[in-house]
Every structure is written in structure tokens, then in C-alpha cells.
């Protein structure tokens, strides 16, 4: 099956900073998304991106479906950004049956005032 | 419009017990996944319910099920807690599953003493 992996697994941050957090998935997807999950467990929605790049405030996502991954930038990075990044492909429709979001274990960010 | 909503939000029961966790989608959507997350696994799927019907199952023993309501609201069960049950349970709601973007409710935190 699709294998997904997020790189870095941890992350440190001084506020302000910048950063990259990178999803690499072994096979073609039919869709990719990322999660923000606070501190509280609730899994936030950041972006659905199947390719291109999209921009919300600080956060854009870019993915490169040919070259099988997606990036994730985060701009003047605040304490409120800090938790777990996870990026979930859904798999392709010939997949069958087997048709599901596939998760990477995620980004693990602390930002610091 | 109302985001996912999932009781209850904390749970504590103990072995040998069972339990039942409840999901109200976004309205209008018609599909229910449920996910297991636990610190060593990450996020592992569980099951898919679209129309009242198991779409899609994980690797799960059958102590785990769960069922749909006709408007769209699902149901878990787990039969026999295990201490290795103790989990936070999510829930994700979308228009008709497969490729479409997936919305997560905040969660039940299970723990199995």
C-alpha cells in the first residue's frame, strides 16, 4: 500500500521564524490534505491540495504530484502554530475497496516565545 | 453551518467493559469515518459508513463496530474494553467520502482502567 512520510518528525521554533515541513507519499494519490492537531486533540483542516499551491495567511502548501510529495510552509511562525502537522493522502480510485485517507505520523512543532 | 460533533468528549471505563461513541456529521454530508489515534500508531482507520452502509473496514478485531443512522449521525461500539483500547476516537465527516475533503470532530478520549 501507499506509504506516507513527514519530515522533520520534530520541530523547534523561536517565534518569527520560518519553516518547511515536507510529506513524501510512495505512489500516486488522488488528493492530499493537511491537518493541524492543537494540543487539545482536535485535528484542524489547513489545506486540500491535490497539486499547485494554495495560501491561507501565514501557511501555504504546495504539492508536485508527479514528484510525489507536498510542502508545507509556515511564515513568522507564532506560539499558537505549535502541535502536529499531519499530511493524509486519499488513495487513488482504483484502489478498490481499499479507498481511505493514508497518514504520515506527522510533525511535532513547538514554537518558542 | 454546525462543524462535526462528538460525545462524549472523555470517557474512562474498565476492562471487560463495553462502550458506545457517538458522531453527528456536517449536515449534508452523508459519509462517517472513524479513526483510532494512540501515541505509538498515529492515526488508524477504522471504519466508513456512507447511506447506513460499511463502506470501507481497517484492521480491526470485530470487538470494534459501528453502524449509521439515516441522517447520517454514526455510532461506535467496543465490545470487551482492553487496556490497549484506551485511545482518543475521531470522527470525520464528508459529502460522499473517497476523494472529498474529510472534516474531524474534536473527539472522544477513551481510557481503559
Known amino acids: 500500500g501507499i506509504q506516507v512520510e513527514q519530515s522533520p518528525p520534530d520541530l523547534i521554533l523561536q517565534e518569527g521564524a520560518n519553516s518547511t515541513l515536507r510529506c513524501n507519499f510512495s505512489?500516486?494519490?488522488?488528493?492530499l490534505q493537511w491537518f493541524h492537531q492543537n494540543p487539545w486533540g482536535q485535528l484542524i483542516n489547513l489545506f486540500y491540495i491535490p497539486s499547485g499551491t494554495k495560501q491561507n495567511g501565514r501557511l501555504s502548501a504546495t504539492t508536485v504530484a508527479t514528484e510525489r510529495y507536498s510542502l508545507l510552509y509556515i511564515s513568522s511562525s507564532q506560539t499558537t502554530d505549535s502541535g502536529v502537522y499531519f499530511c493524509a493522502v486519499h488513495t487513488h480510485p482504483n484502489a478498490g475497496n481499499n479507498r481511505k485517507l493514508i497518514w504520515g505520523l506527522g510533525t511535532s512543532l513547538a514554537v518558542n516565545p | 453551518k454546525a462543524g462535526v460533533t462528538q460525545t462524549p468528549r472523555y470517557l474512562i471505563k474498565t476492562r471487560g467493559q463495553q462502550v458506545t461513541l457517538s458522531c453527528s456529521p456536517i449536515s449534508g454530508h452523508r459519509s462517517v469515518s472513524w479513526y483510532q489515534q494512540t501515541p505509538g500508531q498515529g492515526l488508524q482507520f477504522l471504519f466508513e459508513y456512507f447511506s447506513e452502509t460499511q463502506r470501507n473496514k481497517g484492521n480491526f478485531p470485530g470487538r470494534f463496530s459501528g453502524r449509521q443512522f439515516s441522517n447520517s449521525r454514526s455510532e461506535m461500539n467496543v465490545s470487551t474494553l482492553e487496556l490497549g483500547d484506551s485511545a482518543l476516537y475521531l470522527c470525520?465527516?464528508?459529502?460522499?467520502?473517497?476523494?472529498?475533503?474529510?472534516?474531524f470532530g474534536p473527539g472522544t478520549r477513551l481510557t481503559v482502567l
Open positions: 505512489d500516486s494519490v488522488n488528493n
Open positions: 470525520a465527516s464528508s459529502f460522499r467520502g473517497e476523494n472529498n475533503e474529510q472534516f
